[in-house]
């Protein structure tokens, strides 16, 4: 091998390690930047799904809970109202004088009957 033709062996071989270095340094870019989209995907993707975990148990709480124990309550509710109201007005709620005038009387029956109502 001459020493010219060693020389340019060499030179080229440098030319091809500052290549192989180039694209190297490509690759690390594109990784990092892959890394970086894949870490914000992560990030939206927990976000998300956080989300659709609070609507879904709104929608649940909606679809479950709401019939079951919004009429019961209103109904009992009003029901002991009504009758508390209709004593309080003078007449009997009792079964025993149901309806009746109380003639300004206080009534046991009616009394421990809305007792136990509202219990
Ligand atoms: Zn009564």
């Known amino acids: 091998m001459k020493e010219g033709n060693f020389l340019d062996r060499v ?7 500052e290549a192989m ?10 990784v990092a930047k892959m890394t970086e989209e894949n870490h914000s995907l992560q990030l939206e993707n ?14 649940q709480m909606m ?3 709401r019939p079951p124990e919004k009429p019961q309550r209103v109904d009992i509710g009003e029901g002991v109202d009504n009758l508390a109201r209709i004593y309080n007005e003078g007449y009997h ?7 009746s ?8 029956f009616c009394l421990s009957f809305l007792s136990k109502q509202n219990a």
């Open 63 to 65: 679809d479950e809970k």
């Open 21 to 30: 270095h180039e694209q190297f340094r490509e690759l690390i870019g594109f």
């Open 46 to 59: 927990h976000h998300l799904r956080t989300r659709l975990d609070e609507l879904t148990d709104k929608t």
């Open 11 to 17: 030179m080229e071989f440098e030319q091809q390690l």
């Open 93 to 99: 709620v009792c079964n025993v004088h149901y309806g």
């Open 101 to 108: 005038s109380r003639k300004g009387e206080d009534c046991l």
